[in-house]
């Protein structure tokens, strides 16, 4: 039988209420929570920060990196995420999201050199403020304007967005590896316990033991991590639901 990736979410307050235990039976593992963005946080962030750990879902916050006009610099940006962890980083590395989402008021992504000093500078401040150094969340586009990547981004963790295969491996350009994929924008949100139709779908590069293997050599936890009953238990009940094309999506699928 073919192994899983291990299979995770990510939320905003766009998703409105979620049940995490309902995302947790349909097989999610974790969940990447925003926090916040410029400096404010999502309105959202504290009830499903909450609500995921009571799930038993492992838990990584994510900071949007706001670039438009009027927006705090990096470093402000980065300490204002900072603060917002200081009582409980969650289990997974924090991550800067940084992209141009392509709507009305945000700018394009800027030039190379920018663009390096605006990921550099928010990573180095937030290992500043929590001895972690954040993932970094983007595209294809966002990691040609990093490129050629310095030796510090290259040891960096890259959560990849990339939707246009139905193959098992995402397209990562100059990166050297990915540790999470977001490879669909239009997974069945209702199914997992969102308010919204649509939920963002990530699998994790491994499978869910794996995932708690990394979880804890990271040491973010403030205890030791133990793997809950895995929902691949259960996996012919639920590939016979309306999960099934969720969990036999090949990008899952290791081998």
């Known amino acids: 039988m073919a192994k899983r ?24 593992a974790f969940a990447v ?7 404010w946080y999502d309105k959202k962030f504290e009830q499903n920060w909450a609500n995921a750990r009571d799930a038993k879902i492992l838990r990584g916050a994510y900071h949007f990196f706001d670039m438009r006009d009027g927006s705090k610099s990096p470093k402000e940006q980065a300490r204002y995420f900072a603060s917002l962890l200081k009582n409980d980083m969650g289990e997974l590395r924090p991550v800067m999201d940084f ?9 394009p992504l800027p030039d190379h050199e920018t663009s390096v000093r605006h990921v550099v500078d928010f990573l180095n401040a937030f290992y500043k403020e929590t001895n972690i150094y954040p993932m970094v969340y983007t595209n294809l586009a966002g990691i040609t304007r990093l490129s050629p990547l310095s030796r510090f981004l290259s040891a960096k ?4 967005a990339w939707y246009y295969t139905k193959s098992r491996t995402p397209k990562i350009g100059t990166w050297p590896r990915w540790r999470m994929w977001q490879y669909k924008v239009t997974g ?3 199914a997992f316990g969102a308010e919204s139709k ?7 590069n491994g499978t869910e033991e794996n995932l708690y293997t990394y979880a804890n050599a990271l040491g973010i ?4 991590l133990t793997m809950p009953k895995s929902a691949n238990d259960f996996l012919p009940d639920i590939l016979r639901g309306d999960l099934a094309e969720e969990l036999n999506d090949p990008q899952l699928l290791i081998e």
């Open 5 to 28: 990736r291990a299979l995770g979410i990510d939320v905003s307050f766009w998703q409105g209420n979620v049940d995490f235990k309902k995302a947790r039976r349909a097989g999610a």
């Open 33 to 39: 929570i925003k926090a916040s963005q410029n400096v």
């Open 99 to 107: 992209e141009s989402p392509g709507v009305n008021g945000y700018p």
């Open 157 to 160: 963790e890259l959560w990849i």
């Open 188 to 190: 069945n949100g209702l």
């Open 198 to 204: 649509g939920l963002d779908i990530n699998a994790f």
């Open 221 to 224: 936890s403030k205890t030791r």
